[in-house]
């Protein structure tokens, strides 16, 4: 019987925006301020997309760089998926742009929506088309662009996001490097927690919802952070549990960089040391479903991640959604 394959990542990349806001720069804009911020989030800056640029214009930046690093031309593509809740427009998906953009007229395109764990989901979902021989190179992106749906009257969330995007190809693997396993899970009974209640088909864009803000993201803070620590955790020993792996064996974690305490948080419940843990929220901010890949290929081309080496990706957003991926490179 033919052993059904097993893929991994085979390259990596990112873009970030060149506009940096800088908490003194919000100073400015909102009543907060530099410590505040930092002792909160432990964010420090954020980068912000300029105008007449667009989501996929970062998405496919981020992906040529991924197919340049894992050797891949964009005619090789059989598959887009971009995780994004901040897209060029509802119609048509922000993937069909890049499609357009790169070139890759032979791969399918499509957007997929589980907020800061969208580019797990991807992730899953490419090992999963592979493991099931319809697909062999798969680009997986996570793209936002959620400084235009952040309120900046609103001090408690808009102090929090910023734009950037990562990819990573992903191909069939023919040794011990690989996605080892994929753990998903949602709790839909939560969404109020964390949400944009305008321009959908519940609230589609009329004077009155722009006057009420539904537009801008809402988020109870608190409530979030309790959920986001526990769930995380369980994906972790849940990822774990499957690859046979205590925690200790891991040689690195990437958690979603949404907050420094949410992350050192995770760590003291995983008995992590610090220098497992790679953090750049302090430079980035929340950059939803882009934070994972933007450290993953970061902490690959600076030596924090070498070949061989394992290591737990960790997720959550609205929805709420929550995921986990134990990966070797």
């Known amino acids: 019987m033919t052993e059904i394959p097993q893929s991994k990542i085979a390259g990596t990349g990112k873009a970030v925006p060149s506009k940096v806001l800088t908490n003194h720069d919000l100073e400015k804009i909102v009543d907060t301020s530099d410590q505040w911020i930092r002792e909160r989030t432990g964010i420090e800056r954020r980068h912000i997309l300029e105008e007449g640029r667009t989501n996929s214009d970062l998405a496919s930046e981020a992906a040529r760089s991924a197919l340049v690093d894992a050797g891949v031309k964009h005619e090789e593509l059989d598959c887009i998926i971009c995780a994004t809740i901040s897209g060029d427009s509802p119609l048509p998906a922000t993937a069909c742009h890049v499609q357009a953009k790169l070139g890759a007229k032979q791969a399918i395109a499509f957007d997929i929506s589980a907020a800061c764990s969208g580019f797990l989901y991807g992730l899953s979902l490419a090992d999963s088309l592979i493991r099931s021989k319809r697909h062999n190179r798969i680009l997986v ?72 803000r539904l537009h801008f993201i809402r ?38 960089q949404a907050n420094i305490r949410i992350i050192d948080a995770i760590g003291e419940r995983l008995h992590l040391p610090r220098e497992k843990i790679i953090v750049n929220v302090n430079e980035y ?45």
């Not at 803070?221 to 046979?244: C, I, P, W, Y």
């Not at 205590?246 to 690195?252: A, H, L, S």
Request: charged share 25%.
């Open 219 to 256: 988020m109870e803070g608190r409530e979030v952070f309790k959920h986001a620590v526990r769930t995380m955790v369980d994906a972790a020993r849940n990822s774990l549990k499957q690859a046979k792996l205590r925690p200790e064996e891991i040689d690195f974690l990437i958690p979603h």
């Open 141 to 212: 992106i996570g793209s936002e662009v959620l400084s235009r749906f952040a309120d900046w009257k609103d001090r408690a969330t808009c102090v929090l996001f910023g734009d950037g995007a990562g990819a990573a190809v992903v191909v069939p693997s023919d040794g011990r490097a690989g996605i080892l396993t994929t753990y998903l899970r949602s709790d839909g009974n939560l969404a109020h927690l964390l949400h944009t209640p305008g321009g959908g088909a519940t609230f589609p864009a009329t004077h009155e919802t722009v006057d009420q």
């Open 285 to 329: 901010g929340n950059t939803s479903a882009a934070s994972i890949p933007i450290a993953m290929d970061e902490a690959r081309r600076d030596g924090r991640i070498r070949e061989g080496s394992t290591g737990l990706l960790i997720a959550f957003g609205g929805g709420f959604t929550w995921a986990s991926s134990v990966v070797r490179f």
